[in-house]
């Protein structure tokens, strides 16, 4: 996973390998007069004896600000990975009362305010999404779920059993918010992507968590009681709460098929089967997106649609390509917000990139681009202060623009053996 730190002009890159000895591998990108490589600054291990494997969700998801990292390996607990200035300061273990994660990602808060979206199976078998705040300094989550983000119950409608689909949690930026005005605008939410729709949760506003807080000290009162029917009063109704469904802030039902994941892949029984979406905005700055690039498993092709009040419009399509796309990425490589160069990016199952000039809704300069024989994946990052993607397979390389076209690097890894 690519991040970035604040005031740094280039993205930093962490792996997580998986079980059964799990680890996190820091690294750091540099260029000598040989080329450009990678080098492993840190080897963190995660491995531990007892713990039962997640089943779900084994993943890293980093806060925008590069200070903070979450780690899920293991049944009922996470590991919270500080960073400073990109580089690896210290961790700890915090207990997740979620035991069947599905999916984590970052609230969209303020600086410095840390609270993780937790998709999970509550004990009823139902897709719950709730947040938790990470309090740093006692280095535990927040035992009662956070206020920021009303807890919610996913209809089955919407959410199929997990076992069958991959779900992705997407965080949707703020709007800037004047404290008279909150009412009137859009104070950030979350996608939940997978299903048979997509589905948009707005965050509470002050009101709102003003009015959860009252309630929650209401019920933490009766539950304090000593009398034994105010006590089961309350374990009712905090039941009852966490049972309910939400109003969701806006929806998109999937006309072809569930979506796997925005970049992943994963089976579905319709005749055209998805193996990769990606709803990135093509402005970094912007928190929203009306361009959604779609690939298709069995065509091994991928399509961009535009989104408008009417629906998703296909603009354009590629032609077959030599194995279906395990990611997909459509991309600005352009600082110059009056001189673009889109591009779009997809990352095969054969260890191959494919990528097009887009322009005027058209796809032009196909180029492929081997790195090997394992599925490629890709990143948008910024390195030297340019709009760059990372793609990986048994080998790794660097896309920007330089000298009036798109570039690749090649990156070599050199891996160093660390104490933890």
Same mark, same amino acid.
């Given at each position: 996973m690519a991040y970035n730190t604040n005031g740094s002009t280039r993205s930093n890159l962490l792996i997580l390998l998986g079980h059964p000895d799990p680890e996190l591998v820091f690294l750091a990108y540099s260029e000598n007069s040989y080329?450009?490589?990678l080098t492993a600054t840190k080897q963190l291990?995660?491995?531990e004896r007892t713990p039962r494997p997640a089943e779900f969700f084994t993943d890293i998801v980093v806060h925008p600000s590069g200070k903070v990292a979450v780690v899920s390996c293991y049944v009922g607990k996470l590991r919270i990975v500080k960073l400073k200035a990109g580089n690896y300061?210290?961790?700890?273990?915090?207990?997740l009362r979620e035991l069947n994660l599905l999916g984590l990602e970052f609230l969209p808060l303020q600086e410095d305010e840390y609270a993780l979206a937790i998709l999970h199976i509550d004990c009823q078998e139902r897709v719950q999404l709730l947040s938790r705040d990470i309090l740093l300094e006692d280095l535990e989550l927040s035992s009662s779920p956070s206020i920021v983000l009303t807890p919610t119950v996913i209809s089955n409608k919407v959410v199929p059993y997990p076992d069958?689909?991959?779900?992705?949690?997407?965080p949707v930026q703020p709007q800037s918010v004047d404290s008279d005005v909150e009412e009137d605008c859009f104070l950030g939410g979350l996608l939940v992507i997978g299903g048979r729709k997509i589905v948009m949760y707005e965050l509470a506003s002050s009101q709102g968590q003003a009015k959860q807080r009252s309630k929650r000290r209401r019920l933490e009162k009766k539950k304090k009681s000593i009398d034994a029917a105010d006590v089961e009063e309350a374990r009712i109704k905090e039941k009852e709460r966490e049972g309910r469904a939400r109003k969701v802030h806006g929806s998109v039902v999937w006309p072809w098929s569930e979506v796997t994941a925005e970049?992943? %892949?994963g089976p579905n029984a319709h005749p055209l089967e998805i193996s990769a979406v990606s709803c990135a905005p093509l402005d970094p700055v912007k928190p929203y997106t009306n361009r959604v690039v779609v690939s298709y498993w069995e065509t091994r092709t991928v399509e961009i649609f535009a989104i408008e009040p009417r629906g998703l419009i296909s603009e354009v399509k590629t032609p077959p390509l030599p194995a279906f796309a395990k990611s997909v990425l459509l991309h600005d490589f352009s600082l110059d917000k009056?001189?673009?160069h889109y591009y779009l990016l997809a990352g095969l199952s054969d260890g191959t990139v494919a990528y097009f000039s887009w322009k005027d809704k058209k796809l032009s300069d196909s180029?492929? %681009?081997p790195l090997g024989h394992i599925p490629v994946s890709l990143?948008?990052?910024k390195i030297d202060g340019k709009q760059s993607v990372f793609a990986a397979s048994n080998r790794a390389t660097v896309f920007s623009w330089e000298k009036k076209r798109l570039h690749n690097s090649p990156i070599m890894l050199r891996v160093k053996t660390y104490s933890v």
């Open positions: 080329g450009s490589q291990s995660l491995y300061e210290e961790d700890f273990d915090v207990v069958e689909i991959t779900l992705k949690l997407f970049n992943g %892949v009056d001189n673009h180029i492929i %681009v990143s948008a990052c």
